[in-house]
């Protein structure tokens, strides 16, 4: 048993993880597997009993790197208006769509699994940021980040699909306007408004759409 555990499950995983980047679950086999590791598909009986193991461990690993992701810009304690949490946030899940766009179609449009973990792991934070720290009712924060929500996996889709190339000032532009629209049905947050450097950002946002 010593040469095979040579191949670690770390290493299973990975290799699972590339042929599914490339070409979706489907194209996830214990050959495929073993052919890319080098090895015969017994490293990889030796881990999991079956391949619904392995990908439910390939599932976990890209939940783990989109939260890592998102983490990275939760960018909530700050008080520059450009760093706000939803407009990061809204960011780097648009700037995810655009690099990479297969894995993007195939967590949340092929197969809404791993989508569905993303989502519950960062819907109630969310929620909880409109409430705790921009100060809007529950009722209203639930709503928001309904609608929100929705408005970004549109812009995701387009994005992703490579119709046309989107820059990262398009896409700021995008959530500007997103941002205003909510602001429109639901006001601006009350908690940032208190803050003078967020407060005419708003300013300027909501004047540009007059003109």
């Known amino acids: 048993m ?12 990975d290799a699972a993880l590339e042929i599914f980047r490339a070409e979706g679950f489907d194209a996830v086999t214990s050959r495929r597997v073993a052919l890319r590791l080098g090895c015969s598909t017994q490293p990889i009986y030796f881990e999991y ?3 619904d193991e392995l990908k439910d461990d ?11 992701i998102f983490s990275s810009v939760s960018n909530e304690g700050k008080e520059d208006p ?10 780097a899940f648009l700037k995810f769509a ?3 766009p297969f894995v993007f179609r195939q967590i949340y449009i092929v197969d809404g699994k791993i989508g569905r973990q993303v989502d519950d792991l960062w819907m109630p934070k969310g929620i909880d940021i409109l409430e705790n720290k921009y100060g809007y009712k529950k009722e209203t924060a639930i709503a ?42 639901y006001g601006p947050p009350p908690k940032l408004m208190k803050i003078e450097k967020f407060r005419n950002h708003f300013e300027k946002i909501m004047a540009s759409f007059k003109k």
């Open 2 to 13: 010593s040469a095979t555990k040579k191949i670690t499950k770390n290493m299973i995983v």
């Open 49 to 51: 009993k079956n391949m």
């Open 58 to 68: 390939i599932v976990k690993k890209v939940v783990s790197q989109l939260n890592e």
């Open 82 to 91: 450009n760093e706000f949490v939803y407009r990061s946030y809204g960011l």
């Open 98 to 100: 655009q690099t990479d």
């Open 144 to 185: 928001i980040n309904k609608m929100a929500s929705c408005s970004l996996m549109g812009m995701a889709v387009f994005t992703s699909s490579g119709y046309k190339k989107t820059s990262e000032e398009e896409i700021l532009k995008s959530l500007e306007i997103l941002f205003a629209s909510v602001c429109a049905v």
